[in-house]
């Protein structure tokens, strides 16, 4: 199975984080986004990434490829979590690509929006909650990655020293080291 990926996505990164400590062998391809030459495209007009081809079938969009691989959890608990962490991290995706339009173009009144919306999220977190191998963990793990090194304008760890130290001990995994997403300057 390809799975077409960019370095600098929270999404695709959880699917090769737990591709990794799962042992499923998926061939990564990297991709450019928003590219018309783009080879992904022939297959995944959608042009997203995570995206994973198997045999002949395109799937995109993360839950269903999480699914395809059996990867989603059972617990209504756990989707619930899960739920929280995809919110996340559409969230600050969104903020962040209001961030990366001409200056005249941003809207300050969906970037507030957007900054309530991921507090909330994360001060609602009961993190005892979060077995650490878990689908739901890996994602929020991500998504605060994606902060980390591409949207630093977001300042998570003020006031939150229980999520620093739970997400410090997430990424010094192998997986999670080995998918570091590159600095933006955002
Ligand atoms: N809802 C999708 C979101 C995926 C997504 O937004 N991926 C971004 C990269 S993080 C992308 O491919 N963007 C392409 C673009 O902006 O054209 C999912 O769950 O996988």
Redesign the pocket.
């Known amino acids: 199975m390809i799975l077409y990926f ?1 370095h ?5 990164r959880i699917i090769r984080v737990l591709a990794r400590e799962r042992g499923v062998a998926l061939d990564e391809v990297e991709t450019t ?2 590219d018309p030459a783009a080879p992904q495209l022939a297959h995944n007009p959608a ?4 995206a994973l081809l198997d045999g002949g079938t395109l799937i ?4 269903l ?1 999480l699914a395809h691989l059996g990867w989603l959890p059972r617990e209504p608990t756990a989707l619930s979590r899960l739920g929280q962490a ?1 919110a996340f991290i ?1 969230g600050i ?1 969104v903020w962040n ?1 209001d961030l990366r339009r001409p200056e005249h173009e941003r809207s300050p009144g969906f970037q507030a929006l957007e900054r309530t919306r991921a507090n909330r999220i994360l001060d609602a977190l009961d993190l005892e909650a979060y077995a650490p191998h878990s689908v739901e963990a890996i994602a929020l793990a991500c998504g605060l990655g994606y902060c980390d090194r591409r949207h630093t304008v977001f300042a998570w760890r003020e006031g939150r020293q229980a999520l620093t130290l739970w997400y410090e001990a997430m990424i010094a995994r192998p997986a999670f080291a080995g998918t570091v997403p590159p600095v933006s300057g955002i």
């Not at 600098?8 to 695709?12: E, I, K, Q, V």
């Not at 995109?60 to 839950?63: G, L, Q, V």
């Open positions: 960019a600098g996505s929270p999404f695709a986004l928003r042009g997203r990434v995570p995109c969009e993360t839950p490829i995809c559409d995706a690509r």
